[in-house]
């Protein structure tokens, strides 16, 4: 296994459902809701994802999101560099946080 593979990481399912609901804009009440779990669980699976992926605001978890989500192609343009009209570029999230790994294209 090669060194990248390894040290990579991949979202759970439960990860990625949290992580949707959080890129919709949702607060940790309205999650927890959908969820059917408590707000403190939410609190405890946010600071989970945060630690795994080095992330520091909810923001850069909706746009880790995004990049699993995106297709290979559009993926590709933002590791590329492309043009954003937000102030983080995505490309600058996955050059701090190595660990991440988007999706297979």
């Not at 040290?7 to 399912?13: G, K, N, R």
């Not at 909706?62 to 492309?82: E, T, V, W, Y």
Request: glycine letters at 4%; charged letters at 20%.
């Amino acid at each position: 296994m090669s060194p990248d593979l390894k040290d990579s990481i991949t979202p759970t399912p439960r990860e990625r459902e949290l992580m949707m609901l959080i890129a919709r804009g949702m607060q940790n009440k309205n999650i927890a809701y959908e969820l059917k779990i408590s707000e403190n669980t939410v609190r405890a699976h946010i600071g989970n994802i945060m630690r795994k992926y080095r992330l520091q605001n909810r923001t850069q978890i909706a746009i880790i999101f995004a990049l699993h989500a995106a297709p290979p192609s559009l993926r590709r343009d933002l590791a590329n560099g492309g043009v954003y009209p937000v102030a983080v570029k995505p490309a600058q999230v996955l050059a701090h946080n190595p660990r991440i790994q988007t999706a297979p294209e």
